[in-house]
Antibody, heavy 120, light 110 residues
């Protein structure tokens, strides 16, 4: 069974940092591109960042709203995806989802979501 | 404001055919496949229709997707009460070099 389990969320103040982790099981992590998608409570979905696999040269992409502040990374030996979030802003408050992608960019499996709250 | 445009709401009576539109541009839907997601209250989104037009295992065949030019549609033939949820379209956008989502459509089954 495919599982994606996020951890590391919580309450932080503006300007602080937080690191999200996503531990996966049930599939060959190294075969897949992965991404983070967030959702402000009561609002729609917003793509955050993409991590491509080794076949795709481990390249990354970021949404303009987080570029320069967030870093997506992966550890294929640990079957884990990460999101380092620096200089957090109030508008970064959201539930963050870890997503497994297949060819064509469809997110076939999503984690349960992790709430990040940025507030003073 | 979302790059992909969806109607905020849609409705239908049980058994009716309901369609949800998703409008994009030449750099998004015009060039890339569209995926559709269903999100039930309090849960993570679930893939309904992949970019290749396929339904993942377990998704009823009353759900189907189509694309023409820079627009896409999700059709539910014979909507049921359990289909009440939020629906999102998504595609890659070359001009933004990122994935874009529609704003979501809340489906109500009357």
């Amino acid at each position: 069974e495919v599982q994606l389990v996020e951890s590391g969320g919580g309450l932080v103040q503006p300007g602080e940092s937080l690191r999200l982790s996503c531990a996966v099981s049930g599939f060959t992590f190294s075969d897949h591109n992965m991404e983070w998608v967030r959702q402000t409570p009561g609002k729609g979905l917003e793509w955050v960042a993409l991590s491509r696999n080794k076949t795709n040269s481990f390249t990354t992409e970021y949404a303009a709203s987080v570029k320069g502040r967030f870093t997506i990374s992966r550890d294929d030996s640990r079957n884990s995806l990460y999101l380092q979030m620096n200089s957090l802003k109030i508008e970064d408050t959201a539930v963050y989802y870890c997503v497994r992608l297949i060819f064509g960019g469809s997110g076939t499996h999503w984690g349960q979501g992790m709430l990040v709250t940025v507030s003073s | 404001q979302s790059v992909l445009t969806q109607p905020p709401s849609a409705s239908g009576t049980p058994g009716q055919r309901v369609t949800i539109s998703c409008s994009g541009g030449s750099s998004s839907i015009g060039r890339h496949a569209v995926s559709w997601y269903q999100q039930l209250p309090g849960t993570a989104p679930k893939l309904l229709i992949s970019g290749t037009g396929q339904r993942p295992s377990g998704v009823p065949d009353r759900f189907s997707g189509s694309k023409s030019g820079t627009s896409a549609s999700l059709a539910i033939s014979g909507v049921q009460s359990e289909d009440e949820a939020d629906y999102y379209c998504a595609a890659w956008d070359d001009s933004l070099n990122g994935r874009v989502f529609g704003g979501g459509t809340k489906l109500t089954v009357l």
